[in-house]
């Protein structure tokens, strides 16, 4: 074999290696909203194939500001696991920190314009995962409390969560582009009518905050389309969907006085631990040592509320680093919106984020493994895209 004959070969090799790994991310994005075993099963795949990739070009990792904070949250969460009442379960419970190496991954393999490609995957599966959920609602029959549209996925929670990330992404491109807004502007209606069918409280206070932001940042004059929006979707919603809107104010509602429970017994978890906190996967076991006479469950997996349960689980400390982490993510990001030219992504970063925070005042969502994958794809996606691009997918 000449020299020339084996250069050839080589640089068919790497580029085979750069698609394949490309395929990988686009596909384990893909399927965040089908099956969290596919999901991770392509994930670990998409990881190999990166490391492949590092290990060739003889780099590191590299990763944005952001990817700091959370490793030191990452080890604060440690440390809290060493003080738990419980080391083995609590050490098991951080197998999910694992996901923070999504950041640097998505970092290098969606660079430039394959940032563009991962979101239309995000929305192109959003799209048909919306439309299952209106079928559940519409032709099985989960149209209750007990039984509501979940997609492919296997909670409610998860499902909505991930359809409020999706708006944002989508409300975006529709807001802040200039070509292509077709797709987003019929994706839309199927995205809103699915997300409202979940009956999740928590997605719908996201998503206005979101989309409200979308608003802002696009021009503040459109805020005052959110509340007709809210009142049109109300004149129209099932009755069912309207009594669960109005429930968020009704204080005699016992999803809504569980909820001043949990805010307590995680007062208290803090207040007794306020430097590590009772360990990961703690609460539910602790739950009943804290819980008020007027609590309504006996026991909640968890707060459902993301700084009051990273407070409780892992301390004052971790929440901390916590919110420095979403506070770099928040500020890094909004600068590349104001200087990028494309500002789509930058956008629903920020949607994402605001999204987030929002609900998460009233769900763990930070917590949920899928919510969790779809958030940091897209905290890093604009990062990605401003680097540029080598090769394409």
């Not at 929002?358 to 969502?365: D, K, R, S, T, V």
């Amino acid at each position: 074999m000449t020299a020339t004959t084996m250069s050839t070969v080589g640089t068919r090799s790497d580029a085979t290696l750069e698609r394949v790994t490309g395929y990988l991310l686009l596909g384990f994005v893909g399927a965040l909203q089908i099956s969290i075993a596919v999901a991770e099963i392509l994930l670990a795949a998409t990881i190999l194939g990166w490391a492949a990739l590092l290990l060739r070009d003889k780099m590191r990792p590299s990763a944005p500001a952001f990817f700091l904070p959370l490793v030191v949250y990452a080890g604060a969460t440690l440390i809290s696991s060493a003080f738990s009442a419980d080391r083995p379960v609590s050490f098991l419970d951080d197998k999910q920190l694992v996901l923070f190496a999504i950041v640097p991954m998505v970092f290098d393999l969606a660079r430039g314009r394959r940032a563009s490609l991962v979101v239309d995957v995000i929305l192109s599966v959003g799209a048909a995962s919306a439309a299952f959920g209106i079928i559940q609602y519409g032709v099985l029959h989960y149209d209750n409390l007990g039984r509501r549209p979940e997609g492919a996925l296997t909670h409610y929670m998860t499902y909505s969560g991930i359809l409020m990330l999706v708006l944002c992404a989508a409300v975006a491109r529709l807001v802040f582009g200039s070509r292509d807004r077709t797709w987003p502007a019929l994706v839309m209606p199927a995205l809103v009518v699915a997300l409202a069918l979940t009956f999740t409280r928590s997605a719908w206070v996201g998503a206005a905050a979101g989309v409200g932001l979308l608003f802002v940042l696009k021009d503040f004059r459109l805020t005052a389309l959110l509340p007709v929006i809210v009142l049109v979707a109300f004149a129209i919603a099932p009755q069912a969907i309207t009594n669960r809107m109005t429930s968020m104010f009704n204080a005699q509602d016992p999803a809504n006085q569980d909820r001043l429970a949990m805010v307590e017994v995680g007062a208290r978890m803090i207040a007794q631990h306020p430097l590590t906190g009772v360990g990961p996967n703690m609460v539910p076991r602790l739950y009943e040592q804290y819980r008020p006479d007027y609590a309504v469950n006996p026991v909640n997996p968890h707060l459902h509320n993301v700084p009051l349960q990273i407070g409780a689980e892992r301390g004052v400390p971790a929440l901390l680093v916590w919110l420095w982490a979403i506070g770099a993510l928040t500020w890094s990001t909004f600068r590349l919106f104001r200087r990028s030219a494309d500002r789509i992504i930058p956008a629903a970063t920020l949607a994402a984020v605001a999204a987030m925070f929002a609900a998460g005042f009233f769900e763990y969502n930070f917590g949920d493994s899928e919510f969790l994958m779809m958030f940091l794809v897209l905290a890093t996606l604009p990062f990605a895209a401003a680097r540029g691009y080598e090769t394409q997918a």
